[in-house]
């Protein structure tokens, strides 16, 4: 028996970001995320997003100083280092990887096959959180 909710998506990455409104703006061109659902704040940071990527979702918020916030750093202050990262699976690696670089990512590990199959690249945002993208299904 699972403990998982009989739900479309059980696992969803959640982010922070200093300037939450602009990643979701960059996360959406460079990525081709999709706004589902955006809630700002009166003061114009993110209480809370939802980007779609096919059938998988990222939440994520504005960085503040806050219980939640305190549990979380940001990448730079921590010497660039994730301690998680998210792997999303597409269709063309390549034409991802020419979006992404295009729109400013830094590219962390180029464009390759990989041995256990698949093609793929790891690059990160303009906060420096880092994202993987390949075409491995393991499904």
């Known amino acids: 028996m699972s403990d998982a909710k009989n739900t479309r998506v059980t696992v969803i990455p959640c982010l922070r970001y200093r300037n939450a409104p602009a990643a979701i703006e960059w996360l959406c061109q460079a990525f081709g995320f999709e706004k589902q659902f955006v809630a700002a704040n009166e003061d114009g940071s993110i209480a809370h997003a939802q980007l779609t990527f096919g059938n998988g979702m990222i939440m994520l918020g504005s960085a503040t100083d806050s219980e939640f916030g305190h549990l979380m750093k940001q990448p730079d202050e921590i010497g660039g280092a994730e301690t998680q990262c998210a792997y999303l699976i597409v269709s063309d690696a390549d034409a991802i990887y020419t979006?992404?670089?295009?729109?400013?990512?830094?590219?962390?590990?180029?464009?390759?096959?990989?041995?256990?199959?698949?093609?793929?690249?790891?690059?990160?945002?303009?906060?420096g959180h880092l994202w993987n993208f390949g075409t491995y299904d393991p499904w």
């Open 99 to 127: 979006r992404a670089k295009a729109a400013g990512a830094q590219i962390a590990i180029e464009i390759k096959d990989e041995d256990y199959g698949g093609r793929g690249f790891s690059c990160r945002d303009p906060e």
